[in-house]
């Protein structure tokens, strides 16, 4: 018998670590109808789409590059009004696809496309079941009303979805109502507290983000619902025991990059500072595999964060460049970020005293 393995680590061992570009992510627009106030995206910054000349080649060089997976994302994707013909041509391609989308604006024309497409899968972020909540963090009025009663509509049109509920400090009491409603609706959610800095440095949007006790709360109310909660955080613990100073940080550059509306080119959507090239002038296969930025991330190992080497939390982290290069004034990845050393720590603290209490 075979351990189940995920796709990508499949892929990995099938391409024998050498980089392969498989998911590729896609701004299509950067304007957004809604405000979200957590978000990792400047608002000035969302003011345009991506040209459909520039969509299409971008598919063909995919194509030719044999990739898997699209991501197709804004700010809200629904606002581009060559989205249905976009969906159209990735079907085309047999490419599997993802959209984030809040469906604040799916109408009839997007449900006939979407429903014709069986590679096809929707993200949505929920905030609370409370409509004055998810509307405070959307700052958009009657928010809640729209995605709700968009959801049930996929729902009756068997299209896949799942639900993202970020905890921050506006939903940290009531993020589970989404949960038990979901449930109810046969949809998984996807909960966690972390919250980036924005791509330009900023910070005012992490005044939303937990505190370290407000998360130890949340884990303490998770733990009571969900019985399996510590014990797949011990998996997890226990699987990043293998890991060595001389693995990779993370996938990006090695199976996965981001394209924004204008062209460029970066590690993932919330590293927006780090330009890698850009396909208006340089195809992606040459900055895949030619970019002297992607050979910088991909010689980075564990061993460049002897900090995090030696931490004794270090099972209990997730390492990311992202939340190190947005918060850091200088955008420097390797700046590690003491709010997520706080993280780790506490959880390998919780599941101490799990493990003392007879579990």
Known sequence: MHPEKSSQEFLEEYFKDKPQLTNLHIEITSKCNERCVHCYIPHENKV???????????LEQCKN???????????????HKSFCDFLRKCKEYDFSVNVLSNLTLLNDEIIKEMRTNPLLGVQVSLYSMDSNIHDEITQMKGSFKKTKNAILKLIENDIPLQISCPIMKQNKNCYDDVKNWAKKHKIHVGDDYVIIARYNHTTQNLSNRLSINEIREVINDIVVIDTSYMEQMEREAEKKKNITSNDFV????????????????????????YNIGNVKE????????????????????????PKCIQCPDKDF??????RNANEDPLGDPLAVNEYFCDIAKLNRKMMLEWKEMGN
């Not at 982290?317 to 992202?322: E, S």
């Open 65 to 79: 590059m044999r990739l898997l997976h699209l991501t197709l994302s804004g700010g809200e994707p629904m606002l």
């Open 282 to 305: 340089t195809s992606l296969e040459d900055i895949w595999n030619n970019s002297e930025r992607i050979q910088y991330l991909r010689g980075l190992r564990r061993k460049d964060f």
């Open 250 to 273: 993370c996938s990006v550059c090695h199976s996965s990059i981001f394209i924004a509306d204008n062209g460029n080119v970066y590690p993932c959507a919330g590293w927006q500072d």
């Open 317 to 322: 982290c997730t390492m990311c460049m992202v």
């Open 48 to 58: 345009s789409d991506i040209e459909a000349d520039l969509f299409y080649d971008v």
